[in-house]
């Protein structure tokens, strides 16, 4: 069993939508939760990071963490066009950091 | 604020040629530095990692090789490349945040062995 699993997609939606991306992990010991955007041929920017369980809010992103279910969640509002890109997930306990395989995700206008 | 620059960003080299891959980071001191790749189906792979200068950690035996001359400079490097070696290759550079690491990534350098 992988540490972090994340559904490859692809995910395509219509332009105003709300999406969820998600992730579940196996490892309890994970304390801090991370999603990245990367556009295609770029290096992955960080999007928003959060330590502890509950909802944490960014303009159109919110970042959700269960541990109790250990699942996390990013949730677009207003989707545009512009957020077409693949979203990875990344845990770390420590020095030790995993990263999900990324969402590919495309916003239709 | 902190920066990262890697470079080339896009190379085209013959298999059995040499690579070297560069990455310098500014507006830090003593930062943990990463080397990653990611092949086509988007994945990261941690290749190396370095707490500091000269201190080299290799996460998967392969053909390639890093260095860190220096406190902010870290350098990906292969004697003779293979075609496998193609890829996407991220330099990186992490924060710690008291209960974990965040890790900010460069542009990256898109390496096609032909």
Redesign the interface.
């Known amino acids: 069993q992988k540490e972090v699993e994340q559904d490859p997609g692809p995910l395509s939606v219509p332009e105003g939508a709300i999406v969820s991306l998600n992730c579940t992990y196996s490892n309890s010991a994970f304390q801090y939760f991370m999603w990245y955007r990367q556009y295609s041929r770029k290096g992955p920017e960080l999007l928003m990071y959060t330590y502890s369980s509950g909802n944490k809010e960014d303009g159109r992103f919110t970042a959700q963490v269960d541990k109790s279910s250990k699942y996390i969640s990013l949730f677009i509002r207003d989707s545009q066009p512009s957020d077409s890109a693949t979203y990875l997930c990344a845990m770390s306990m420590g020095g030790k950091l995993i990263f999900g395989q990324g969402t590919e995700l495309s916003v239709k206008p | 604020s902190q920066t990262i620059h890697?470079w080339p960003a896009t190379l085209v080299q013959p298999v059995g040629s040499p690579l070297s891959l560069e990455c310098t980071v500014e507006g830090t001191s003593n930062p943990?530095l990463y080397w990653y790749r990611q092949a086509a189906?988007?994945?990261?792979q941690l290749l190396f990692y370095s707490v500091g200068i000269g201190q080299i950690s290799s996460e998967v035996p392969q053909n390639l090789s890093a260095s860190r001359p220096q406190d902010r400079q870290f350098i990906l490097s292969s004697k003779k490349l293979l075609l496998s070696d193609s890829g996407?290759y991220?330099c990186?550079w992490?924060v710690?945040?008291?209960?974990?690491?965040?890790?900010?990534?460069?542009?990256?350098s898109?390496l096609t062995v032909v």
Do not use: V
Request: hydrophobic share 40%; aromatic share 20%; charged share 10%.
């Open positions: 890697q943990n189906g988007r994945g990261l996407f991220l990186a992490s710690f945040r008291g209960a974990g690491n965040t890790i900010y990534f460069g542009e990256g898109w």
